[in-house]
């Protein structure tokens, strides 16, 4: 069965840092985007950063100069590297595989919270 499996989340103290990462059990041909969404309790969840299979990024206007997304293609795992976080961060992230056949994958979700 395909899966992602994420790690890194946890708490950290207003203007730490944090790396998310993801690992994409299928096969590498079949990635479309990668991607980080967040989720905090009674809202809807919201695009974070994307990259394609090329490489270009997207991110959310709250997260522009703070956030890195990037993936390492070999090892099909995508990365969120968070700086200067701040407590409304705090959130629940989850990892996202748009495939180019099938439905999209999504992670379990990891835990990010950030004290004031």
């Known amino acids: 069965q395909v899966r992602t499996v994420e790690s890194g989340g946890g708490l950290v103290q207003s203007g730490g840092s944090l790396t998310l990462s993801c690992a994409y059990s299928?096969?590498?041909?079949?990635?479309?985007?990668m991607g980080w969404y967040r989720q905090t309790p009674g809202k809807q969840r919201d695009m974070v950063a994307t990259?394609?299979?090329?490489?270009?990024?997207n991110y959310a206007d709250s997260v522009k100069g703070r956030f890195t997304i990037f993936r390492d293609n070999s090892k099909n795992t995508v990365y969120l590297q968070m700086n200067s976080l701040k407590p409304e961060d705090t959130a629940v992230y989850f990892c996202?595989?748009?495939?180019?056949?099938?439905?999209?994958?999504w992670g379990q979700g990891t835990q990010v919270t950030v004290s004031s």
């Open positions: 299928g096969s590498p041909s079949n990635i479309n985007t």
């Open positions: 996202n595989v748009d495939r180019v056949f099938g439905n999209d994958v």
């Open positions: 990259i394609t299979s090329g490489g270009n990024v």
